[in-house]
């Protein structure tokens, strides 16, 4: 079946400019991730959503970030007044009901520059 | 600072040899899990090893786990060059609420 899909798969945008990214998780899996990845490193943990409800938004690393997730399905992840720093590669996952603790599938993720 | 860190940052190896990698990490698990990225893009999902397990197998892989040491180890057997990628622990701490730690990974170069 379709894994975790996401867009767009590469972003530029001038800094103070706001950015959507959007994850389309995998059919029937109700918890879903976003991390953050920059050059050369490892990833990031953004927040986390269970349903529609995001439980854990302690990764956030400012109030310029948000993310919302509507119908158990899609997730936005938005960033207002982007900064350079926020360049990075943007991870979402899913995990299923039921799975192994811990049992996340990730997209391909989004690249984000900002000039 | 990361749960997970990876030792060596980087690997270069002929193909047919072995490759080991090692994780690092500072807290109680409930298991650990190892991730290969292609490209600085989407991560694949290798091999996942509980708290009480000590040692795994999937194909070329093989997984070792050793919590009174709160450390982990990858071994890549009979290397390709396909295999050449960034290689990531991750942990999952009991009551984590689901949210994975990523260590800064190992970028592997298989050469031809």
């Known amino acids: 079946g379709a894994g975790v899909s996401q867009s767009p798969s590469n972003k530029v945008t001038e800094k103070g400019k706001d950015v959507e990214l959007r994850c389309d998780p995998i059919?029937?899996?109700?918890?879903l991730y976003w991390y953050r990845q920059s050059l050369g490193q490892g990833l990031e943990f953004l927040i986390y959503?269970?349903?529609?409800?995001?439980?854990?938004k302690s990764g956030l690393p400012s109030d310029r970030f948000s993310a919302e997730r509507t119908g158990g399905s899609v997730s936005t992840l938005t960033i207002q007044r982007t900064q350079q720093e926020d360049s990075a590669v943007y991870l979402c996952?899913?995990?299923?009901?039921?799975?192994?603790?811990?049992?996340?599938?990730f997209g391909p993720g989004t690249r984000l520059t900002v000039t | 600072s990361q749960q997970g860190e990876e030792d060596p940052q980087a690997l270069s190896i002929q193909e047919g040899e072995n490759a080991t990698m090692n994780c690092s990490y500072k807290t109680s698990i409930n298991n650990l899990q190892w991730y290969r990225q292609n490209s600085g893009r989407g991560l694949v999902h290798l091999i996942l090893i509980r708290s009480n397990e000590r040692e795994k197998h999937s194909g070329r892989l093989r997984v070792t786990l050793d919590t009174s040491k709160k450390s982990s180890s990858l071994l890549i057997t009979a290397s390709r060059a396909a295999d050449t990628a960034s290689y990531f622990c991750a942990t999952y701490p009991p009551g984590a609420g689901n949210m994975l730690t990523f260590g800064g990974g190992t970028r592997l170069m298989v050469k031809p």
């Open positions: 959503f269970q349903g529609n409800s995001a439980p854990d």
């Open positions: 996952a899913s995990s299923p009901v039921g799975g192994a603790p811990g049992e996340q599938y």
């Open positions: 059919s029937g899996h109700t918890a």
